[in-house]
């Protein structure tokens, strides 16, 4: 199972905690569907401005005693809820 933990970083940046958590979910849901083995976390909340989002994810394969890479991507709000709209790391 992958869970999304949010550094407390991301409480400081004025994102609210309902915005936090729909954006961890979406980064967990988006990468579990590539590969199960995936563990994803939001690392940082770099900025939200309006219905974009720009975050920082750590992507762990804990099978393979990964220590993680550092993926920049990008959300947006659609119809109140947030989506991975680009990895720019991919």
Do not use: N
Not at 64 to 88: C, I, P, Q, Y
Request: include cysteine; charged fraction near 30%; glycine fraction near 6%.
């Amino acid at each position: 199972m992958c869970i999304a933990v949010a550094v407390s970083a991301c409480s400081r940046g004025g994102v609210s905690p309902a915005d936090k958590k729909g954006i961890e979910d979406a980064v967990v849901e988006f990468y579990q569907r590539k590969d199960k083995a995936c563990e994803p976390s939001v690392k940082k909340i770099v900025e939200v401005k309006g219905a974009t989002a720009q975050i920082e994810v750590l992507l762990r394969y804990p099978a393979f005693h990964s220590v993680g890479t550092v993926h920049h991507v990008v959300l947006e709000k659609r119809d109140g809820a947030w989506t991975v709209v680009k990895d720019k790391d991919e």
